[in-house]
């Protein structure tokens, strides 16, 4: 007997919706109180960045556990989203869920990244050292930080679009909801992997576009999960 006959996929739904609405408020709480001159991604200047990360080590701790936090939703909403969208398309739910997973592992990495600019800022072992090697040190987290969340973002991206495409097939949310999502989640990965190679498409108005779009996306259906849950035939 197949156990997954007995879950409710309304319930689950909330959860997965509520826990995209978490994501959100856990992000814009670390960008704002928390990350705020000491996250690569959240500024382009390496060398600022790596500066103000030696006199904050309990942000960089508070920040990595906050990133573990964020890590624990998505494999939440992933696992969720693929037990309400298999029965759908097995094979591009599954396929969604894995490469969803390991782009959550990618952005993790940042946590890691993190706590070792901490131990460098803290640990008197690294406080020996001269300020250039320290200030080297910390430019590589800040710069693999980087590196990992972007592949991350763009993995993530498309594991989404593949969720969204299963949401429009299925019509267990709204069209516009996933039509938008389908949409948005394809703009933030093809045009951040495209901007490594056109560099004009790294123009600051570009970036708040594609974000945007993304923040409305999960926002939208976030709120439709939570609230009303999925549809029922």
Do not use: C
């Not at 309990?58 to 298999?86: M, N, Q, S, T």
């Amino acid at each position: 007997m197949d156990s997954s006959a007995n879950l409710n996929p309304v319930a689950i739904a909330r959860w997965v919706g509520w826990s995209m609405i978490a994501t959100i408020i856990v992000g814009a709480a670390t960008a704002m109180f928390v990350a705020s001159g000491i996250d690569i991604n959240l500024s382009a200047d390496v060398s600022a960045t790596a500066e103000a990360m030696l006199g904050a080590e309990e942000r960089l701790r508070g920040k990595a556990y906050l990133g573990g936090l964020a890590f624990a939703l998505d494999v939440l909403i992933g696992v969720g989203l693929y037990l309400l969208l298999r029965k759908t398309g097995p094979l591009l739910a599954g396929w969604s869920l894995i490469f969803g997973l390991m782009a959550s592992l990618l952005m993790l990495l940042g946590a890691v990244f993190a706590l070792n600019a901490a131990e460098i800022a803290g640990d008197t072992a690294y406080q020996a050292m001269a300020e250039d090697s320290r200030l080297l040190l910390a430019s590589l987290q800040a710069t693999s930080d980087y590196t990992s969340f972007h592949l991350g973002l763009v993995m993530s991206s498309f594991a989404k679009a593949g969720f969204f495409y299963l949401f429009l097939k299925s019509g267990l949310i709204p069209k516009l909801i996933a039509g938008w999502g389908i949409f948005a989640s394809l703009f933030v990965g093809s045009t951040i992997v495209a901007r490594d190679f056109i560099p004009a498409l790294g123009d600051g108005t570009i970036t708040m576009a594609f974000m945007m779009s993304n923040l409305i996306a999960i926002l939208a259906t976030g709120l439709y999960l939570g609230i009303r849950g999925v549809r029922t035939r």
